[in-house]
């Protein structure tokens, strides 16, 4: 408790003209993604990439890694105040800051994609409760009530007691999140490239590793703003740490695809993401594997590497890597025909039996994009607004 | 309101009394419309939880290259093509099969099986996707939020988003921009002791490939033809409990 009693806090030392320049340029990103969300509403989702095949595109890919990045983002919070990690708690509240913005960004985006985002209040006063999707709603909007708890107890001293319970609640909140977004897949019955429990762990993996390197980016940028030191010692733990989540991903991977070959009825999908899938395959290898796992590990692993540059590198690959994860499972899993009737070649006006073609179209990538400088610019105003950004070196100065 | 069931109770008499009239004219002629309605309700009454309905498709009777019930489908529901058939909606569509094996071939028709646990309305969040009492899978239009899910978790591929603006409707089929759809038995139809305009044009066509009715009625058309012919259920392995079943493949 004395540690975090001399923990001091600043806000965004940024000048102002930076500052309001920074926002004008998220304000303008934001507004374009507003626009390009009413043109696709305006003239109907005809406009984008999407079609009756490929019914979920570029704007599902941006939502689903900013959610579950925003949970991951929580992780450097939990170990702070669920695992006892001291040296981490200066960063509880930037962590907390990021894991509620990331949310926000990935929901609007979700949200403005609908065929109907008018009816946003049916969504939230009509539920299904057999549906994974209506857990989501409250799975996503607890989390922000709940991180938003969490972040008043690191600010207010007094509370600072209950933090460990609220942490304990938050981190579990958070792996019933992205279980829940990975059953959104898993629970797709009728089709072979989901239908698979391992999509909820193999979310939860996507969350760690995604969210901690997108906190590791954020965080070192805007601690290098204050001009405070960033190579410290939590800067390297969680370097490696990163490393195991991107290797946990990978494992999961491996083992979704080697039961898939096993299995003779999703050989199709299998081997349309090894093999024959076109750009679903480069993606897969290159984007998925050789940016997102092999070289971050690398990075990550070696011992030589443990450099600022190296480790901001290999963050931002995790981040690219997992964007192409996504492409990969959303497109990909779409793209391969249904078989309605297995063993028997298939042909219809709808485009049965046929791999669906897909190119985002520039306003679904443009909304999407927006969604990221929504969170962006949360971030920003709040630093700037608030102390949530530690002042001393990190982990706390030596106590003498 | 008792006296508007009153009032359709009469209705629906008089109507059994032509219909068995007609029927007994109708009887000898070949090729008598294959269906067993006489459950038709008032707007005002709901489903009856006593009947599903469902389909008998005879596929050594559907001819490969005849898209009559689709054409009649498309009629009824309006459902006009903007020549982008990647967005274009089709309720129904011919599905030809090939077996990779023996090269033996089908034609059939394929749209919403209306299954009795229909995967569409467990994801859907809004509860906009339900099956009706008597079995009919139907999406609300005013709940519907457009969100897709429902068309990941078709098995069928049977829906279809509508990607733009929709002018010329159907009043008695009112479809919307940025909600999803599906075959709907022809609901209106069905209500108003009418075949679904599919069945009805492969009746006119000669082919009568498709007999509708209610499975649990043991005497109807449907059912004798269920109990008597071999069929199946499209991805029975599921364990959907389909309410559209296949003869010949």
Known sequence: MMEAARQRYRTLEIDAGKYWLTLAVLGAAIGVGLLAAYYMEHHGHWVTGMSNQIVWGMPHVFAILLIVAASGALNVASMGSVFGEARYKPLSRI????????????????VLDLGRPDRLIVAMTTYNFKSIFAWNIFLYTGFVVIAVVYLWMFFEPRMGRFSSRVGILAFVWRIVLTTGTGSIFGFLVARNAYDAAIMAPLFVAMSLSVGTALFMLITCAVLRVNNEDIAAEWLLRLRRLNGI???????????????????????????????DGGSITGIFWIGQILIGSVLPMILFFHPRLAEMRWIMTA???????????????????QAVPMELFPGKTELSSFYDGVV??????VPELLLGLGGIAVSLFLIVVALRVLPFLPAAPVPRKSPR | MSENQ?????????????????????????????????????????????????????TTRCAEGCTD???????????????????????????????????QTWSLPMMCQHCESPP????????????????????????????????????????????????????????GKGTVESCNFCVHRVDGNRLPACVEACSDAGHNALVFGDLNDAESTVSKRLSTMQTSQVRDDLGLNTAVRYHGV
């Open chain 1, 356 to 361: 669906a073609g897909y190119s985002p179209s």
């Open chain 1, 95 to 110: 962590s907390g800051l990021i894991a509620v913005a990331l949310l926000v960004g990935g929901l609007l985006i979700l």
């Open chain 2, 69 to 103: 019930c689709v054409d009649a489908c498309n009629t009824e529901h309006g459902l006009q093509g903007f020549d982008r058939p990647q967005t274009d909606a089709q309720w129904i569509r011919k599905l030809d099969l090939e077996d990779d094996q023996t090269g």
């Open chain 1, 315 to 333: 963050a931002m690959l995790v981040v690219i890597g997992g964007v192409a994860h996504l492409y990969v499972i959303i497109i990909g899993g």
């Open chain 2, 120 to 175: 569409c309305v467990d994801v859907c969040p809004t509860g906009a996707s339900f099956v009706r009492d008597d079995g009919i899978v139907l999406v609300d239009k005013h709940t519907c939020i457009g969100c897709r899910y429902c068309m990941m978790a078709c098995p069928y591929k049977a829906r279809s988003f509508i990607h733009e603006d929709l002018t010329d409707q159907r009043p008695h089929s009112p479809r």
């Open chain 2, 6 to 58: 009153h009032k359709g109770r009469g209705e629906r008499r008089t109507f059994f009394a032509q219909v068995s009239a007609g029927a007994a004219l109708l009887a000898l002629a070949p090729g008598f419309r294959l269906i067993d309605l006489a459950v038709g309700k008032n707007d005002d009454e709901p489903a009856r939880p006593d009947v599903r309905w469902g389909m008998f498709v005879d």
């Open chain 1, 245 to 275: 989540f991107v290797a946990v991903v990978l494992y999961f991977t491996v083992v979704q695809i080697v039961a898939g070959m096993y299995v003779a009825e999703h050989g199709e999908i299998v081997r349309f993401i090894l093999s």
